[in-house]
């Protein structure tokens, strides 16, 4: 048909007519707020790195999970930052450690309202900073530490948690998860896989976050940026093993990744759009390089495109709000 009978532009001439051809929407309910809580404190800490994001003590990480609710959030993740740590990790595994202790908060502040999280790792609780079990040539020792994930994993589902998020990336961690969960009773609890975890340089205000004491990196077992037909393999893996939604991350940087991953699979897909995506918007914005929500959604607005349907992100509950007033 000849010009100018075709005029897309039709479709995109006012706001009412944009939002009713829209081909991606961003849900709140589809988004994930991470949350950390330290253990000892008695009033809430900024991270520097992170505007705007909380280190939590016990009652705030109350609070700010019925805020999340009220914005309609889809879920909590919670991450826990211990007093003290050791070679082993021990404070994962502790029932009374700060991280089962606060599932248990949030859990009884919130109930069935939300989806309670929680990160299923060591590195927050280990004094050399890796997510397993070193053995004497300072090497993750993987097996020795799948017996410590099914023992943190078992501790976060007794105190209430409605899905785990197993991150280290060691070999067969969602099969053992999964069985040690059902053998202990526990066959309701969802896995949420970090299926294709990038050994990333995004990560860096989350270590702040949680106080990281990482000295070196973990690209022995996290994967390698330039790897793609891998990821699709370990994301094959945790789903025959029992996974219930898998996920990515970084986001942003691996948006190909999503989309790959998205056409493989008939489980859910989640993307953790990680502090390091965060912190790079939020300096932009503070020097006026940018338009911050603007921003923000289509950050979010591309990660959902890609094929996303669950977004891990620190805009969790401001961009429920904006979501709320724009819809």
């Known amino acids: 048909m000849p010009y100018p009978e075709i005029r897309p532009r039709r479709l995109r001439r006012t706001a009412a007519v944009r939002r009713l051809v829209s081909e991606t929407r961003l849900d709140p309910a589809g988004l994930v707020v991470p949350m950390f809580v330290k253990e000892g404190l008695t009033e809430p800490r900024a991270v520097s790195s992170l505007p705007g994001v909380l280190q939590h003590s016990r009652d705030s990480l109350r609070k700010a999970a019925v805020e999340a609710v009220r914005a309609g959030v889809g879920g909590i993740m919670l991450f826990g930052v211990p007093a003290s740590r050791d070679e082993r990790g021990s404070g994962g595994l502790d029932p009374n450690g700060i991280l089962n202790v606060a599932i248990r908060d949030v859990v009884s502040e919130v109930g069935d309202s939300t989806v309670v999280m929680s990160d299923l790792c060591l590195d927050e609780f280990t004094s050399h900073g890796h997510c397993g079990l070193l053995r004497p040539d300072g090497s993750v020792d993987n097996d020795a530490t799948l017996a410590a994930y099914a023992e943190m994993a078992v501790a976060q589902a007794d105190a209430g948690v409605g899905m785990v998020g197993p991150s280290g990336m060691m070999d067969g961690q969602i099969g053992v998860v999964r069985r040690a969960l059902d053998a202990a009773g526990h066959t309701d609890v969802a896995l949420l896989a970090y299926a294709v975890k990038y050994a990333s340089a995004f990560y860096g205000p989350f270590r702040d976050a949680v106080e990281s004491a990482l000295d070196g990196d973990r690209r022995t077992y996290q ?24 996920m990515v991350k970084p986001a942003l940087p691996y948006l190909d990744v999503v989309a790959a991953v998205r056409a493989a699979v008939d489980v859910p897909v989640a993307a953790y759009q990680v502090s390091g995506e965060y912190a790079t918007v939020e300096a932009a914005a503070a020097n006026g390089w940018i338009d911050r929500e603007k921003v923000m959604l289509e950050t979010l607005t591309s990660i959902r495109r890609a094929g996303a349907q669950i977004i891990l992100t620190y805009w969790a509950v401001e961009a429920a709000g904006l979501l709320r007033d724009r819809y």
């Open 223 to 246: 994967q390698d940026p330039a790897n793609l037909r891998e990821s699709l393999r370990e994301v094959e893996l945790d789903v025959a093993e029992g996974a219930d939604i898998v």
